[in-house]
Structures are given as C-alpha cells and as structure tokens.
C-alpha cells in the first residue's frame, strides 16, 4: 500500500510538473495582440505602387531543381558576400550541395553568414560534422535564432521562418523554400511545390527592396537571441567531412557547367515598378500581426482576390477580417490543399474540423489534389500585386514566427501567378453557395487510406485545444 501510495504521489507530481511547463509554454501566447496606432499609420503611408520601371526586377521560380540551380549560380558569382536566412537547413543531398558551394566561396574569400532558426539548430547543426566542416571555415559565420532552451518553455514557440539568400548587393531569392531536399533539387520522391522571387537590382535606389532586406537581416543577426555556432574541435570526422564538401562542390561543376557561368540576370528577369518588404516583428514573443494586417490593407483595396496558402488555421480575428475582406471585394478565394493530399497533417485536420466555419465567411475554397502537396504562400490583388514569401495563413505565422512577403507591383508576374491559379483551379474543387461540390477537370478524387484515416481521426481531435500553436 505505502509503495502504491509513492507511485501515485509520484505520479501527481509529475503531470503538475508537465502542466505547468505546458501552461509556461502556452500561456504567453493566448492572448492575441493587436497592431499599434503607429503601424496602422505606417502601412497607410506606404505606397505599393510605382509610376514606372522601377530599378529592381524580378524573375518567379516556380520549380525545385531551377531554385537549387539558381543558389548555386548566385554563390559561385559572389564577389564580397553570401547571407542565407533559412528555417531548416538539412544536411540532407541539397543540403551538402549548398555547404559544399558555401564553403567554397568562403575559401575565395567571400563573406558567408548564415541565420538559421533553433528548431533547426537543434535538430540538424548540433552535432553534424557537415556543418561544424563550414563552421571551421575562416570566413564564415552561423547564428541560430532563439536556440532550443527546455528551461524556457516561453520561448520556445517563438520561431524563424525566413527564407532567403542574398549575394552582394544585386541579387536575392526569397519565399517559402526551405533548405532541404523536399524544396530544392531532383532528390525527394515526394517534393512540396514551393515558389519564391529572385530580385535582381539593376538600379540601386533609396529604400528599395534591397536596402529593407538588409536592414532587416541586420535587425534579427544583432539580436541577443541569435546565438553564435562554433565548432569546438576539428575531429577527423570533421576533417574528412570538409574534404567530401570539396568533392561534392566539383562533382556538381561537373554535373552542371553552368554554375561556373553567370546569367544574364536582367534576360532571366521582368520588369517591376516598385517592390515592397513586409515583415512580422522579430523578437522571440508574442507578436502583433503586422503581416496579417498589411496582407489585410492590401487585399481591402482590390475587387479580385486570389490566396495560394497550404493550410488555413484562423482565429477569431483572422474569420472577422476574412468576412469583412469577402463584403468588401467582387471576388475572394482561396487555394488549399485537399486533404487527401496536403503534407501537414495537423494543417489538413483543422481544416476538416473548420471548413464549415471557413466557408461561412464568403470565401471560396479550392481544394488542391495535384500530383505534390502545395506549399505555395501568395496573394494576388487585380492585376497589379503579388506578395510572395514564407507567411501562411495559420496564427503561427500570424502571431508567434518571423515572416516575410515580397509585394511587388508588376502586371507580367501577376498575369504569370494567375495563370498558374488558372491551372491549379483545375486540379481542384470547390462548394457552391448549393452545398454541393464542383470539380475541375483534372480534379481526381483519392480515397484515404485505411491509416491515414485513423490518424486524421486522432488528429481531428488533438488538433482542436491546441490549434493556436499548430
């Protein structure tokens, strides 16, 4: 009896201790903020169209082999400096593809920094001698944003989810790619279909897209949070590791010439009259939804709306604003992924628990079911806007990540990305106000598996008292 007792004092103690580390983590997240007076005034400022051609272009990367193509031809031109900005980075195949390229630019002398969020620290830098190999490197540098702290379960929500690489000051990517194999390269059997922009600065000018993306890559890189990657000793295991990234950099030289020719970047690219940079907030915490919040100003001041999003995970003000944006434009839809198909199951699942609430605001749903899941992020207002980049419509990407969007004012790509919604439209179906479904004509219908049924089962039910975090 007095052993029995122990366990269960044992036992209470122990799930007090997990309740309250859960609530430590979870609490300071509740309460959703609201943007300030001053933001509110400063996205009314902002001007997002230009009167003319403006100094930067811009060319939309639509396919995963391209988009690891391009990193390696932008490195290879480097001349004074390489910043990546990434939320997973993997030592997976593109991952050694990119260290490899990396380092050697390092060795000719190029500045490398490299900002990768905690999660990623965690999982994927601590410990691998791929990464501590460029670590070692005399000219390079990597931070990790907010570092993985168990014994600060406040912070832990709080992520980087930036995406992008710049080179000197004339070009960037920037979008929803991660640095993995599932995004970059022909080495995934199951890719996410991705998209990002790749500016190029033929003008420079005060204030341009270039000048924002540095100011901010400067603001997260110097906060107290973006902690230092060191390697500590150079093993053997380290040593030959950097000697295989030599390998790898020749063999992919070898693979593709044309990573030792520069483009002709202003021919790759179309013209724009003006490019903005959005951005959330960056301290760890949480946040006020300043992306939300100019994504919202932006759509209000059209009449045709297209959203391309993986998921939709809103709270009550994201529905509010949502209704509010279905009464005040001609148009509104969404395109997400069908369930059957999507590659975030907790994203699939809310959506299941949720589209009746979804719908009820006005807006139309496209529910994607193509050959790859969808990890596009973009918006289209009429035929001048289109904002591309990391945000999700999700309240982690509203309130808790850093994000950023590209709104950019060019007819050329917005005709392109509507094109592409055209397209996806067709692999997709939708409810009518009859409640009944329409299907595209390539729509295909796929049946879930006797598994993933049962998961989505269990999930449906998880998903719903934390779905603020997902």
């Known amino acids: ?40 005034e400063q996205i009314g400022r902002t001007e997002f169209y230009g009167d003319g051609p403006g100094g930067e272009r811009v060319a939309y990367v639509d396919d995963n082999t391209q988009a690891l193509l391009l990193r390696l031809q932008m490195i290879e031109s480097a001349r004074e400096e390489v910043i990546l900005s990434t939320f997973d980075f993997n030592d997976d195949e593109s991952g050694k593809d ?16 490299i900002l990768v969020d905690g999660l990623s620290g965690f999982l994927d830098l601590r410990g691998s001698e791929w990464f501590q190999a460029l670590a070692l490197e005399e000219n390079v540098r990597i931070r990790v944003y907010n570092p993985v702290d168990l014994l600060k379960p406040w912070r832990l929500q709080a992520r980087l989810h930036d995406k992008y690489l710049m080179v000197d000051d004339r070009l960037y990517l920037l979008g929803g790619r991660n640095t993995t194999d599932l995004f970059l390269g022909d080495y995934s059997q199951k890719p996410n279909i991705d998209r990002e922009l790749l500016v190029y600065r033929k003008e420079q000018s005060e204030n341009d897209s270039f000048c924002q993306l540095n100011a901010y890559f400067d603001q997260v890189w110097e906060l107290a949070c973006s902690r230092e990657y060191v390697c500590g000793e150079e093993t053997e295991k380290i040593k030959e590791a950097a000697d295989r990234l030599e390998e790898r950099y020749e063999q992919l030289t070898d693979r593709w010439p044309q990573i030792r020719t520069e483009p002709d970047w202003e021919t790759l690219t179309m013209e724009t009259e003006k490019i903005t940079l959005l951005s959330n907030p960056v301290e760890p915490k949480n946040k006020a939804p300043h992306m939300w919040y100019a994504l919202n ?42 369930a059957a198909g999507g590659a975030n199951p907790w994203g699939c699942t809310d959506y299941m628990n949720q589209k009746e609430r979804i719908w009820a605001t006005g807006v139309t749903v496209y529910e994607y079911l193509g050959d790859h899941s969808l990890h596009t992020k973009a918006v289209l207002v009429d035929d001048r806007i289109s904002v591309v980049g990391s945000y999700n419509m999700d309240m982690r ?9 590209l709104a950019v004012d060019s007819r050329e790509l917005n005709e392109r990305i509507r094109e592409e919604a055209a397209r996806d439209k067709t692999f997709s179906r939708y409810r009518t106000s009859g409640d009944r479904y329409v299907s595209g004509e390539n729509y295909r219908p796929k049946e879930l598996s006797w598994q993933k049924k049962l998961y989505y089962g269990l999930f449906r039910v998880i998903t719903v008292p934390i779905r603020k975090f997902l």
Not at 100 to 113: N, W
Not at 297 to 320: A, F, K, V
Not at 397 to 405: G, H, K, P, V
């Open 1 to 40: 009896m007095r052993i029995r007792r122990r366990i269960l004092a044992s036992a209470a103690v122990l799930f007090l201790f997990l309740a309250a580390y859960v609530l430590a983590a979870a609490c300071p997240y509740l309460e959703h903020r609201q943007v300030s007076q001053e933001f509110r």
């Open 297 to 338: 100003q932006l759509m209000g001041s059209g009449e045709r709306i297209t959203i391309y999003t993986p998921y939709i995970i809103c709270g009550e003000e994201m529905y509010r604003d949502l209704e509010q944006l279905c009464d005040d434009t001609e148009q509104m839809e969404i395109i997400t992924n069908d």
């Open 397 to 405: 990407s509203t309130y808790q990540d850093t994000e950023l969007m």
């Open 98 to 113: 990119m260290l490899g390229a990396l380092r050697h630019a390092a060795g000719r002398g190029v500045q490398v920094k």
